[in-house]
């Protein structure tokens, strides 16, 4: 198979401020490059959605790898999942603190280990035993963070307020020349969350979802909500039965709304290379590689 390759990536849904726009979609852009570039060299989906995710976990503008939120005891604690269309493996890991890319490890997980999820410690020590280098945690923090988390902690300001709900999650979803699908997520979760709370985004069918069958998807958004409807898994199965993914990604944040009160985004990209991008919060971050090779980038959808 030819098929012209397409990737997509999303750095979060919410209510973005002003002055962070430029900085998400220049992150945006500049990840969706790096994995286009996979696959323009004949990669797989699968390197080129792990090469633009650790671009973005790198990136301390997004709440992923470097940057992420701190939970209720002012620690960084972090998800990833990454799943294969074509053989609907999977990896993921959830509540790890000392690895610098999270989708990496959960790549790892998918192909040497024996289990399709590992979470904290154990991660961590799977991680180790398997020569991924491991960091101090207080290396993940950056001073942004650290900031909006003692304001919330005192109770203050913009970041104690409904306002400090920001999703800044980061996903990717590639099609290659072999027609496989692959699809990305990872974050920091929610600020403040207690500690080990684990959200959407590493779960398979809610965060991330891959099948040649049908489509690729990455989630961000509320992450209580998003698994209560299996977000991912949900809008491939719409593509599968007919709708075109931007069809399918919008009529499932609808859902979202209607049944649980949520709000968020969904990336969507099927095997023909046709994608969906929808978001019901004020804004989200995505670019895009298509066909002819260009890059487009934006804060909201459309």
């Not at 290659?176 to 069918?205: M, Y």
Request: aromatic share 4%; glycine share 14%.
């Amino acid at each position: 198979m030819n098929q012209t390759p397409v990737i997509v990536v999303h750095g979060g849904a919410w209510k973005i401020p002003e002055e962070e726009h430029e900085p998400h979609m220049e992150g945006c852009r500049q990840a969706a490059i790096a994995g286009w570039e996979v696959l323009r060299s004949g990669g797989s989906a699968l390197d080129a959605v792990e090469t633009a995710v650790c671009l973005l976990e790198d990136d301390p503008t997004f709440d992923a790898g470097r940057g992420s939120c701190l939970n209720a005891v002012g620690e960084v604690e972090m998800d990833a999942i990454i799943m294969d269309g074509r053989t609907l493996r999977l990896g993921a890991v959830a509540a790890i603190r000392r690895v610098r890319h999270p989708v990496s490890l959960a790549r790892l997980v998918m192909e040497v280990g024996l289990h399709n999820f590992l979470v904290g410690p154990g991660a961590e020590e799977f991680a180790r035993q398997h020569g991924m280098a491991l960091v101090s945690p207080e290396e993940l923090v950056v001073e942004r963070e650290r900031v909006r988390w003692e304001a919330w902690r005192a109770g203050e300001g913009l970041y104690a307020a409904e306002l400090f709900r920001p999703a800044g999650t980061v996903g990717a979803v590639a099609l290659d020349r072999e027609g496989n699908l692959a699809a990305a997520t990872s974050t920091g979760g929610k600020p403040g969350k207690w500690p080990g709370r684990v959200g959407d985004s590493p779960l398979v069918g809610c965060g991330a979802y891959a099948d040649n069958r049908s489509a690729a998807a990455s989630a961000t958004g509320d992450g209580e909500a998003l698994m209560r409807i299996l977000a991912t898994g949900a809008v491939c199965a719409r593509v599968a039965e007919g709708r075109s993914p931007q069809e399918a990604a919008e009529g499932i944040l609808a859902l979202l709304a209607e049944r649980t009160g949520g709000c968020g985004g969904l990336i969507v990209l099927d095997p023909r290379g046709r994608y969906g991008i929808a978001h019901t919060t004020p804004h989200m971050a995505w670019a895009v590689v298509a066909a002819d090779g260009h890059v487009r980038a934006g804060i909201r959808a459309g």
